[in-house]
């Protein structure tokens, strides 16, 4: 009996034994399970860290990367630093012609250029597209401006003979911002530098222009324009005037363009020419073309003699481009039971040249429904005459430029004569803009010209004004 009870004692303690080992084991490869687990973690931690700090086309720092470190250096430096801010002007194009292969070929080349260029950089980023910003000493920046070592670097950097496509120069702009405080940010940084750059955007060639307090007072000018633009509109604050359109024989009025003005509670009256490139570049210019067709509609269904007249409307690039401009047109003329005849639609080239068949299209439509429409700012684009194929217009409108240039130009004046001839035999009435002086009336006289607007008849004046000239 005492011997069975050992046996069993013992085999219990076996299957114990075993039970501890069969534990051990488990939990071992549990174990390693996780370490090995927690070591695939902790690399594609490593690698999703890497790829959110260096930029993968050029090795660069990634934009996030460079705002920390670059920060880091103005917040513990006490040197003195500026960013440089640069763009390949039009690199669409380069996409377009060549390809995005080549297109990626060029911007590596560009980054290799920079860096051998930059070396005393503290810290280069692609902080986007075919947008590099770099962190350098201040003295470096202040002894290339005044050596012209940057607008060097900028023709030297250009990569013609390299592409092997010597029929297409690429040029580039660049902004300077001097880093006179350690309580910015990289982020606004950029946007003075950026600032700095789109002031010489335009001239042809290779820019370099530095950030001003000038461009500082007009860069919380545009803010403070952004922040009060839908309050304008909600407040009525943009007010309407009219500048009559004059037949050249018989000096009567026979229509009248509406302008715009923003008589602002902060700032009394702003001029176009401050606020519509800035509704331009962040699309609330849909929003103002249509409320002042709504205003002008108003007008015209609340005036016989109104109606009376053709009435002129600017509506920009964007506007006609996007979305069915004429589904809003004709919604606010039924609202206000006015017809599509009573108005001159009035475009710029830029919407040829942004995109030709859809402006052709959206002009098409304009005109079948009722619309005229006319070329405004001839003479002002890059295409002139070459346009006239393209595109089916019931008016010319002439630029003063264009005018001035006749006065003194003798090639001015035959060219200015040759588009009125051609402009006739196409059916096209021509309207020249700007004339302020007799002799400029009677020179487009002399020319068989249609009709004239400018302040030799009238300024832009309120619709009452208008009114009583009827």
């Known amino acids: 009996m005492e011997k069975i009870l050992l046996v069993g004692l013992t085999s219990g303690a076996i299957e114990t034994s075993h039970i501890e080992i069969v534990s051990f084991v488990i939990l071992m490869l549990i174990g390693m399970n996780i370490l090995c687990v927690w070591t695939y973690l902790t690399h594609q931690k490593r690698q999703i860290t890497k790829r959110l700090s260096i930029d993968e086309l050029t090795g660069f720092m990634s934009y996030q990367a460079f705002c920390e470190v670059g920060n880091k250096i103005i917040r513990e430096s006490n040197d003195e630093y500026s960013l440089l801010f640069m763009d390949i002007d039009n690199f669409k194009y380069v996409n377009?012609?060549?390809?995005?292969?080549?297109g990626t070929r060029i911007l590596?080349?560009?980054?290799?250029?920079?860096?051998?260029?930059?070396?005393?950089?503290?810290?280069?980023?692609?902080?986007?597209?075919?947008?590099?910003?770099?962190?350098?000493?201040?003295?470096?920046?202040?002894?290339?401006i005044e050596k012209d070592k940057i607008k060097e670097y900028n023709q030297g950097i250009n990569i013609l003979d390299q592409i092997s496509h010597d029929y297409y120069r690429i040029y580039i702009s660049s902004g300077i911002y001097h880093i006179d405080t350690n309580n910015v940010d990289i982020p606004y940084c950029i946007d003075c530098a950026d600032e700095a750059r789109k002031k010489e955007k335009f001239i042809y060639g290779n820019t370099c222009s530095v950030y001003s307090k000038d461009m500082a007072k007009a860069s919380k000018v545009k803010n403070e324009i952004v922040h009060s633009m839908e309050k304008g509109i909600e407040n009525k604050e943009f007010t309407m005037l009219y500048q009559p359109k004059v037949d050249v024989k018989t000096n009567q009025i026979v229509g009248a363009e509406a302008l715009v003005r923003w008589v602002s509670g902060y700032y009394n009256l702003i001029y176009p020419d401050h606020f519509i490139p800035v509704f331009e570049r962040n699309g609330f210019i849909l929003s103002l073309d249509y409320y002042v067709f709504e205003r002008v509609c108003e007008s015209v269904s609340k005036n016989q003699k109104m109606k009376n007249l053709k009435i002129s409307i600017n509506l920009s690039t964007i506007t006609l481009l996007e979305g069915d401009v004429l589904k809003q047109l004709t919604k606010i003329m039924e609202k206000h039971s006015v017809c599509a005849s009573d108005f001159d639609i009035e475009i710029t080239e830029t919407a040829l040249i942004q995109d030709a068949c859809k402006a052709v299209l959206k002009v098409d439509q304009l005109r079948?429904?009722?619309?005229?429409?006319?070329?405004?700012?001839?003479?002002?684009?890059?295409?002139?005459?070459?346009?006239?194929?393209?595109?089916?217009?019931?008016?010319?409108?002439?630029?003063?430029?264009?005018?001035?240039?006749?006065?003194?130009?003798?090639?001015?004046?035959?060219?200015?004569?040759?588009?009125?001839?051609?402009?006739?035999?196409?059916?096209?009435?021509?309207?020249?803009?700007?004339?302020?002086?007799?002799e400029q009336l009677d020179l487009i006289k002399e020319f068989d010209c249609d009709i004239y607007q400018g302040f030799l008849f009238s300024r832009p004046i309120p619709q009452e004004e208008l009114i009583k000239l009827l």
Do not use: H
């Open 96 to 102: 377009e012609i060549f390809g995005y292969e080549e």
């Open 108 to 144: 590596q080349e560009f980054s290799m250029k920079l860096e051998n260029y930059f070396k005393e950089a503290k810290a280069i980023s692609r902080v986007g597209g075919d947008r590099f910003a770099i962190i350098v000493k201040r003295e470096f920046v202040v002894d290339s």
């Open 368 to 438: 079948q429904a009722g619309f005229s429409v006319s070329m405004d700012d001839f003479g002002t684009g890059m295409s002139g005459l070459s346009r006239f194929s393209e595109i089916a217009v019931d008016t010319l409108k002439i630029d003063k430029s264009f005018l001035d240039r006749a006065s003194s130009s003798l090639k001015a004046k035959e060219t200015l004569l040759a588009i009125i001839s051609l402009a006739k035999k196409l059916n096209i009435t021509t309207v020249v803009e700007g004339i302020e002086e007799q």
